[in-house]
T-cell receptor, first 113, second 114 residues
């Protein structure tokens, strides 16, 4: 079952621009995580935001969480060609401490030099 | 830092053949996971092991078995491969089990079943 859904499915921007990706989910959560996947590689954890947090920063990444709308956004500022990758949100399945993370289908970001 | 190592990286099987995908982590993590990734489907959890000696089913366990050999190693076995099992398989680990634990992934095994 799909908990998180990313939007858009694909995004193409010029180097130096900001990239914004969104994630919507269906049920209550304890936290939400964002991962990056470069072509042909495994997923890399980027950032985790807890349900009682509204915003979190890590370098050029800014994540927001709106639990009332059941949505999160990932902003990458001043994008670089190296940011070209697929980005996934992941949530715990039912907010009840489940061991299982449920991943969305991802947003494919292309940053054009 | 090796992190999570998966072998093999690529494999082609015929329908009905069996094989075992290997995964090892060197981060002293307690929990390990197997996922499959199909185009347009995202990652789906096959099995996980919260700690050494325990395994549990995930979302799509049918057709697979797992073994937590020791704290470092977690293998995935296909007893009788089917074309529907053509996918990219990822192993992951986390320090402990829990919804707020980041997972660390290997680079995957690309498996084709003819």
């Amino acid at each position: 079952s799909q908990q998180g859904e990313e939007d858009p499915q694909a995004l193409s921007i010029q180097e130096g621009e900001n990239a914004t990706m969104n994630c919507s989910y269906k049920t209550s959560i304890n936290n939400l995580q964002w991962y990056r996947q470069n072509s042909g590689r495994g997923l890399v954890h980027l950032i985790l935001i807890r349900s009682n947090e509204r915003e979190k920063h890590s370098g050029r990444l800014r994540v927001t969480l709106d639990t009332s709308k059941k949505s999160s956004s990932l902003l990458i500022t001043a994008s670089r060609a190296a940011d070209t990758a697929s980005y996934f949100c992941a949530t715990d399945a039912d907010g009840a401490g489940s061991y299982q993370l449920t991943f969305g289908k991802g947003t494919k970001l292309s940053v054009i030099p | 830092n090796a992190g999570v190592t998966q072998t093999p990286k690529f494999q082609v099987l015929k329908t009905g053949q069996s094989m075992t995908l290997q995964c090892a982590q060197d981060m002293n993590h307690n929990s390990m996971y197997w996922y499959r990734q199909d185009p347009g489907m995202g990652l789906r959890l096959i099995y996980y092991s919260a700690s050494e000696g325990t395994t549990d089913k995930g979302e799509v366990p049918n057709g697979y078995n797992v073994s937590r050999l020791n704290k470092r190693e977690f293998s995935l076995r296909l007893e009788s491969a089917a074309p529907s099992q053509t996918s990219v398989y990822f192993c992951a680990s986390s320090e402990i089990t829990g919804p707020n634990q980041p997972q660390h992934f290997g680079d995957g095994t690309r498996l084709s079943i003819l």
